[in-house]
């Protein structure tokens, strides 16, 4: 009788379901797509060790392990590279049906995009892209020279590197399927908007003490929190990444930013994610193309803010004096639709499940979680 691991026994279970959802969908799984699901269970293994989980544990949402398994096949992204290309950690999320009070918790895995998985994704599928080169990081004694245009003629960038001081940018040149070769460039400075966006989002559940919670705060509550948040947001905003070393957004500031023996690394993360996620890509495919979405930090974060904003502006009627008194009739315009809270897109169903979620790990930018334990490097 052949002797197998529980790895190989999971994988068994799962990979079979994977290929049919990809070959359902117009995918061939290949060798390297199989690979990159094996390195995804033995990771996802590993998170649910640390938690003292098992597979069979009934809070363990299967479903969306499976989900998960099949956005790495799709997008082949290799949780064994080095540096990692995908992460993995463990959400509770509270489901609770309309009309219950009651909220059921399961145990949810949640994947997010680190090191040179971006760099993989652009590779694979950048649009006229026929190769990503090595890309560079100037620094601050380095001697750099921009890209100039004369119409369609291009002089190249010139760099000598220095081997001193902080990287101030990136420039990632990038070989189209013409053999042409463009420049994108990133700026140190810009890297503010990113830090900005990330204490917003830590911000989101903050009440400053004011009500018990953001779902229970009252009209005036959650103006006066509105304000209070917005005036940290300004002042982050002045700041740039100097932001970084205030003692009042420190609570709003993961680790991974601030520590010194990461800080650096995120922002050079950053910068590199600034020009890889705008260069246009082409997925050929609506699963692979889901998939990258729901994996997107940037993309989550937007869907997060209309599902948090939409619907919430004034609307002013005017009713005609004119004709039968329907005025009293008409329902108050006036009202603030209430907003859905829940981390996913608006749902086309009204009555669709409310679901919150409580996050044990800090899932917020796509390298902190990895970046604050000492994770890869590039």
Not at 55 to 73: F, G, I, Y
Not at 138 to 155: A, C, H, W
Not at 230 to 246: F, P, T, V
Not at 314 to 338: M, W, Y
Request: hydrophobic share 35%.
């Amino acid at each position: 009788m052949a002797f197998s691991t529980a790895l190989t026994k999971i994988n068994d279970t799962f990979a079979p379901m994977i290929e049919n959802q990809l070959t359902g969908s117009g995918i061939k799984m290949d060798t390297y797509s199989k690979q990159c699901v094996l390195s995804a269970i033995a990771a996802i293994n590993n998170v649910l060790d640390s938690k003292l989980i098992s597979w069979n544990d009934e809070q363990l949402d299967k479903s969306n392990v499976t989900d998960t398994l099949l956005q790495v096949a799709a997008l082949k992204l290799n949780a064994a590279a080095s540096p990692r290309e995908v992460y993995f950690q463990l959400r509770n999320v509270g489901f609770q049906a309309q009309g219950s009070k009651d909220k059921v918790w399961k145990k949810q895995i949640e994947m997010g995009i680190e090191g040179d998985g971006n760099d993989s994704i652009l590779a694979r599928f950048g649009r006229d892209v026929k190769s990503v080169k090595q890309f560079w990081m100037i620094r601050e004694n380095d001697k750099f020279e921009y890209p100039s245009y004369n119409g369609l003629e291009m002089t190249s960038p010139k760099w000598t590197p220095s081997g001193t001081g902080k990287v101030i940018r990136v420039v990632y040149p990038i070989i189209k399927t013409d053999d042409t070769v463009e420049y994108y460039i990133a700026e140190r400075a810009d890297v503010a908007r990113n830090l900005i966006a990330h204490i917003s989002n830590n911000l989101m559940n903050e009440t400053f003490g004011i009500a018990e919670s953001r779902y229970k705060a009252t009209a005036e509550q959650k103006k006066e929190i509105s304000k209070k948040k917005k005036e940290l947001l300004k002042k982050a905003s002045d700041l740039g990444l100097d932001a970084l070393d205030d003692p009042s957004l420190s609570d709003y500031i993961s680790p991974a930013w601030k520590d010194p023996q990461s800080r650096e690394t995120m922002i050079i993360r950053k910068m590199r994610n600034n020009i890889v996620k705008k260069i246009p890509k082409d997925f050929g495919n609506a699963l692979i193309q889901m998939s990258y979405e729901e994996t997107d930090g940037e993309t989550s974060r937007v869907r997060k803010e209309i599902a948090t904003n939409a619907n919430r502006e004034t609307i002013d009627v005017e009713v005609s004096e004119t004709g039968s008194n329907q005025e009293e009739e008409q329902p108050n315009h006036r009202e603030k639709a209430e907003p859905i809270h829940k981390n996913e897109p608006i749902q086309d169903n009204p009555k669709a499940e409310e679901q919150e979620t409580r996050v044990e790990d800090d899932p917020a930018g796509d390298f902190e979680k990895s970046a604050a334990a000492g994770g890869p490097g590039f």
